[in-house]
């Protein structure tokens, strides 16, 4: 029982510590302290009425005072710095009553936060005065309430604490001009010095002004962090904005001379808000360059001519200190403009399209960074592609003395004879201006031939002068038989059926015997020439002095007229049923029916020449040409194979037809070629020309007239032009 006593009394006792302890945590007074962003270092931001940057509440939980007198006590501390409320300060009591909460107000903190009521650790008075700041970092203000008339400092509340960071803004970043660069002079003098602030969310940003200072460097090459130390400054100037405008108002700067110039940002009320005392870097800038002067007074005059429908030519006056030429040529109405450099005082400009406007423009450059100005833009225009009729001979010269072409590149445009041939592939074999490689040549309207050039010679008119072309299929000369002598006529007349001949009677009357004997008068007028054409194909000319000539190896257009837009957007729409026809996957088939066709053919025929002529009789040869046409070459004595040879040659036939097709319904087409196969085309007896104008006055869509004219026009003619071919090729 004693045992229990005594540990009863010593529960009491531990109660009684316990609650004594707990006790002495409770202050009659409470306070809260709260900083308010954005955080200032300067303590009398924290006691300015108006911005409040510091909120600190008291309030009085002991009901039985009346009132309480009470003063305060502030402690700042940061990083290796204590500032704290002297012993010895004295304010005037702050009265609170019980129940009320009590706002300090601005008036009331002044006193506390003033440095001569404050003790300092860590760093002077003196050096706060001067800073009139706290050092930047982190730092803490607590605040305590101590009985006012109780001389034992009696605390009455708890420590309230509130926490920040304070940093000085970092000075302006300058953009205009760019360090280190070189500007070029302008006349009126003209410059834009722009920076930007990096303190825009402090609250002070809008009272910051901006002390500008530009100076020269002397000597050229001294570090302009010297420079700005000691020397003055050539210009200076304060404002509150964020760039300068250097204009003829301002003192002048010399061409040739470097500068340096800085930016310092500070605040309007005096107080130390930036680091490195607001100045920014220090950036440099070259106001042009001698060379650059001399390159400004030189002025250079460009001139230019078209001289063919290829080549144009550009020429300037020199001067002595330039050594290098930059010519750029451009199609009139477009922005890419092309290079030519060169050290002469002219250019010749090939590979232009015919009768198109080209803009040009010219600057120069010398040793040191002589440059000048870009000259004024002047034009010229390129001619006509030149006509040549049927077995002319001529052909136009050069106009600009020659030279060896130094250099050629794929896509140049070659002129050889009366042909221009686009270049494929190209390397140099020799000396030069000597070349060989492969092209292509346009020999007839939208017909092409792929040639291979060997060791030719060409010049920098790009003129082919010396050497060998050789086409990869039947060759130019075979392509262009059809043109054995000149043909001239300006009318045109279709005869439906076959024709066996043609004769003026005695009477002047123009005669036409079909094939079964038959007599047509025709009158058409052939004081120009007429030009007859039967559905195979067969032609023939009238011509002014009654005259006839059979038209051999070939077909002549019908018309020289070129197409209306009308009738050239009917054309590209019949083209558009032959492309989808005569697509890849239907080349291929016809490709391979071809094939399959000339290996019978071929095994039928040697099986029949050993059975019969025991080897010596001659072979049959077969040669597929790999460009528009595929044909057989017959030698003397060949054995005739009717069923095989026929399949071979349906096959064949097919093939160069579609070939044919498929190369006249390119999308690629350019409207000249477009125009080129309208002037051969008929339907149903008609010349294109005037079966479109019949159908469109029947009300007929322009689609319904297209599909006519491929099945009807396009397809005949392509049948009409293979026959010939494969006639005078077999």
Known sequence: MKLLSHFRALLVVLSLVFAAKTSAQIYPVQISTQLLPPYSGYLADYADPLTERMRVLLQLNDLTQLQYAVRLKIVISGNGFTLSTKATFNPPPLILLPAFPHLLSGSELAPYLSSANLDFSG?????????????????????????????????LSNEACASAWFMLNDPPLLNLPQCGTQLTPSTPQQLTFSWTPLHMASPYSPGTEYDFELYEIRPEGTDPNVIVQNSPPVYQTSTALTLLNYGITEPPLNTGFSYAWRVRARDAGGRDLFRNNGWSAVCTFAYGSPASTLGNAIQLTLQAQGLSHRQGRCWWNGASILDQYLLQVRKQGYSQWFDFNTAATEQKVNDLEPVTTYEARLKGSGPGGIETDWSAIVAFTTGPSPQYNCNESNILPDLLQAQPLLSAQPGMIFKTGQFEMT???????????????????????????EVQFLNVFVNDNHTVTQGTIVAMSDGIDQWLSQWEQLYTYDESFLYSGDIDSVYIDENGNLVIVDAN???????????????????????????????????????????????????????????????AEFDPPKLAQLTQNLQQQTQSFTQHANQQQQALLSGTANNVTLEEYPTLFAHTEKSAGAMQLPAQ??????????????????????????????????????????????????????????????????????????????????????
């Open 123 to 155: 760093f002077t008075q003196q050096q706060y005065e001067q800073w009139q700041r706290l050092p930047e970092g982190y730092y803490s203000i607590c605040i305590t309430a101590y009985d006012h008339w109780n001389p034992a400092h009696m605390q």
């Open 423 to 449: 270049v494929k592939t190209i390397q140099a074999t020799g000396p030069p201006g000597w070349f060989s490689g492969s092209g292509q040549i346009r020999a007839l309207g939208p017909l092409t031939l």
């Open 517 to 579: 004997g038959n007599t047509s008068y025709v009158s058409e007028d052939y004081d120009g020439g007429l030009l007859i054409t039967d559905s195979n194909g067969d032609q023939w000319i009238v011509n002014p002095d009654g005259t006839i000539t059979y038209v051999t190896g070939g077909y002549l257009p019908l018309t020289t007229v070129p197409l209306t837009p009308e009738e050239l957007d009917i054309l590209k729409k019949a083209l558009q049923f032959i492309r």
């Open 645 to 730: 040879q026929l399949n071979y040659r349906n096959a064949e036939i097919a093939y160069n037809e579609g070939r044919l097709l498929a190369r006249f319904s390119r999308e690629a087409n350019s409207d000249q070629e477009l125009n080129f196969i309208g002037q051969y085309l008929s339907v149903g007896g008609k010349p294109f020309k005037i079966f479109v104008a019949e159908e469109l006055a029947k009300n007929r869509t322009p689609d319904a007239i297209a599909v006519d004219a491929a099945a009807n026009g396009i397809k005949p003619l392509a049948k009409q032009v293979v026959r010939k071919k494969m006639t005078k090729n077999g």
